[in-house]
């Protein structure tokens, strides 16, 4: 509970912070500036609005990643209204722009009706609960609907567009006063959505949730600058719309970091169901001996032979308990790797049967999935280097070697012919886990000269 609360303690305090800087400027620039302060850069306006129209639908992409892995309404919403302002953008600022037309009065007010639909539609993200039953048919449906309601609204507004208020020719000229409305609608959707990203961080301690609060943050402040400077055209710039570049790059950075922690918990849920084959397995099956053989004791069975067999099957459950449990502990991000690897090390040889020198590069950098995988790579390597090459030393290195990240177990062993053996359970084992985080595998053996594998992990 106390770690909830610092937790959005903090969120609040940075928000406060942010809130503070973002309102301080704004006032500096309605003092010392033309209330309608703005600059004739097309080129620059172009720029701008095509990167946010990217941003935009990256942004929708990423959510939509995020929906069909885990079917939320949420992300549902977030994935419509981030492609909604998208088209919204490409259609009604870029494409006109790249023509180097103009934008028409219906144009102009289409792009401003469909930056409301947009937001519209984030702003009730975070008041979304539940999930779909179906990912890809609701998200398919949804999308093919909104593309026909922005086709069918352009075609209304240029319809109309004798009946639209007319476009006010620089930033100097009295904006209309619907124009002014729609900014400031803009604006309150903004700041609904800061109030329910806060919320929902406040319920949830979901870090995307104070990433979006910080965008969000920064786009009602870009809301407000339009509010004073109600630009409608393809040709000038404000401070509005770099602060509406930088409230999507906040975005981008929140969702990119949620589809990380999200593969991240996957490898995690994964390893532990693996695990759980393994303790099955091997502690299981020790543990079902030991109770055998007690209850052939039991029912008068020989104790010189049976008392033995009993402690032997006890000492290799309770090794393999612990090898389990520290490697549970590595993949649920609870011991650092290296510790973790060293600890496992010291298990394996406590009994004196091998000897395992063990190098880490601690300025070496691995990705939570290549932890994991390595951890038991290792484990792997060692169990095949004591069981079946009879070795009496080994090394495990991980290291850096001209740019590349490289693994390799040696050990002093029997070695074997390959051509003549072929891989064994252990070996496939590795090659699976090597293959799954994109890494390469050598593998140099021979009768009578040892064993050395090598991983080169990916760059």
């Known amino acids: 509970m106390r770690r909830t609360r610092d937790a959005y303690h903090s969120f609040l305090l940075g928000e406060a912070l942010l809130l503070a800087l973002l309102g301080g400027a704004l006032a500096v620039f309605l003092t010392y500036s033309q209330p309608r302060t703005a600059y004739s850069l097309p080129n620059l306006k172009l720029v701008v609005q095509t990167v946010g129209a990217l941003a935009a639908g990256l942004l929708a992409l990423l959510a939509g990643v995020r929906f ?8 549902m919403l977030l994935c419509l209204g981030f492609f909604v302002a998208a088209v919204g953008t490409a259609a009604f600022s ?14 102009a007010w289409t792009g401003v009706v469909v930056r409301l639909i947009a937001w519209v539609l984030i702003a009730a993200a975070p008041f979304a609960h539940g999930r779909v039953a179906s990912s890809r048919r609701t998200l398919g449906n949804w999308l093919a ?9 352009g075609l209304t507004m240029h319809s109309v567009e004798e009946s639209l208020p007319a476009l006010a020719p620089s930033a100097v000229t009295t ?7 729609a900014y400031s609608l803009n604006a309150f959707l903004n700041l609904a959505a800061v109030v ?3 919320l929902r961080f406040r319920e949830r301690l979901d870090d995307l949730d104070r990433w979006l609060a910080f965008g969000a943050s920064l786009m009602l402040f870009s809301s407000l600058h339009l509010v004073f400077t109600p630009l409608l055209g393809n040709v000038e710039v404000s401070p509005g719309d770099f602060l509406r570049l930088l409230g999507y790059v906040v975005f981008c950075i929140g969702v990119w970091r949620a589809i990380q922690s999200a593969e991240f918990a996957r490898a995690v849920a994964d390893e532990r169901s693996r695990l759980a084959r393994e303790i099955h397995d091997g502690l299981a099956q020790y543990l079902f001996a030991v109770s055998t053989h007690a209850t052939m004791l039991e029912q008068g069975g020989s104790a010189d032979e049976l008392v033995p067999q009993i402690k032997s099957a006890a000492t290799a459950a309770q090794q393999e308990a612990r090898f389990a449990i520290l490697a549970l502990s590595s993949a649920g991000g609870s011991a650092p790797f290296d510790a973790a690897l060293q600890r496992y090390v010291e298990l394996l040889t406590a009994d004196g049967a091998l000897d395992v020198e063990l190098h880490i590069d601690g300025g070496m950098r691995l990705e939570p999935d290549e ?4 951890f038991r790579i290792v484990q792997e390597g060692l169990a095949n280097v004591r069981r079946h090459a009879h070795a009496r030393r080994a090394e495990v290195c991980i290291y850096r070697r ?3 990240r490289i693994v390799t177990i040696i050990d002093d062993g029997e070695g074997f012919d ?13 090659r699976a886990r090597i293959g799954s985080i994109g890494a390469a595998l050598s593998l140099r053996t021979s009768p009578g000269a040892g064993t050395a594998l090598e991983v080169t992990l990916r760059t």
Do not use: Y
Request: aromatic share 6%; glycine share 12%.
């Open 145 to 153: 609907f909104l593309v026909a309601a922005l086709m069918l609204l």
């Open 94 to 107: 870029v494409a006109p722009a790249i023509g180097e037309q103009q934008l028409t009065l219906s144009e």
């Open 418 to 430: 390959r051509d003549a053996r072929g891989d064994g359970h252990g070996l496939r084992n590795i």
């Open 196 to 198: 329910g990203f806060g």
């Open 371 to 374: 932890q994991i995988e390595l």
């Open 402 to 404: 001209e740019g590349k």
């Open 175 to 181: 904006p209309p006063a619907l124009l002014t409305f």
């Open 68 to 75: 069909a892995t885990e079917r939320r309404r949420f992300d």
